[in-house]
């Protein structure tokens, strides 16, 4: 894979899960979190064994980290040129807009968890630093989301905004169609997104977008937030 493991932060420790071991183990995270605590009914959860994956994973970058105790915290992510993507996210993103991006520089995050006795700032920045990381490491330029109300403040301290307006999941209810431009230098700054530390020590360029700033704005506009000023701090 694209990524090492690193160095611990205070005792943690993040890496790609690329042993069937470190697989399940992120499958049964998921499950603790979204089934057992949040009572989600998801049809792929295996409730035998505790754990929930689904026909993505196959393709997916999972990202695993790792406290004292053993695994506590995952995230997703899956890429646009691979099988099965895109029929699964084809109601959620409007593709028509992204023909001028390589399907191969697309990436859709997901399946965030972290056991509760472990939430705070250090697991969820190893898991956001970690898949930020890995998707530059793949020339990524947009990553997308969708996330429920409570975690938006989260994902736009690290500079994901609105494209869309939300829509209603079956399972979850509400979700915020969020995406990342990963190279938009200009707007992490603004926002003082802790990307843009790792940003600049690869050197990355700032690219501008207008295109997508203008969906961005015109969503802005239906919903009356402007993410810039309400979560800069």
Request: charged share 25%; glycine share 6%; net charge positive.
């Amino acid at each position: 894979m694209h990524m090492l493991n690193r160095a611990p932060t205070n005792d943690y420790t993040a890496r790609i899960a690329a042993t069937e071991r470190d697989q399940l183990e992120a499958y049964r995270i998921r499950y603790a979190v979204y089934v057992a605590e949040q009572c989600k009914s998801y049809p792929s959860a295996n409730h035998g064994r505790q754990m929930l994956s689904d026909d993505l994973d196959s393709s997916a970058a999972i990202i695993l980290v790792s406290g004292e105790k053993g695994p506590c915290g995952t995230v997703r992510a899956n890429f646009l040129d691979s099988a099965g993507v895109r029929s699964v996210y084809e109601s959620q993103i409007d593709f028509s807009l992204l023909s001028s991006i390589p399907d191969h520089r697309i990436s859709i995050c997901s399946r965030l968890a972290v056991l509760p006795e472990h939430r705070g700032r250090i697991v969820s920045s190893l898991l956001f630093s970690e898949i930020y990381r890995y998707g530059l490491s793949r020339n990524t330029q947009l990553c997308f989301e969708a996330c429920v109300p409570s975690l938006l403040p989260i994902f736009r301290r690290y500079g994901f905004r609105e494209y869309l307006p939300p829509f209603l999941d079956p399972i979850v209810g509400k979700l915020h169609r969020m995406v990342l431009v990963l190279d938009d230098l200009a707007y992490l700054e603004r926002v003082r997104s802790p990307f843009l530390r790792i940003a600049k020590q690869v050197g990355l360029a700032h690219q501008c977008r207008p295109w997508l700033e203008k969906r961005i704005e015109g969503c802005a506009m239906q919903t009356g937030t402007d993410p810039a000023v309400e979560y800069v701090g």
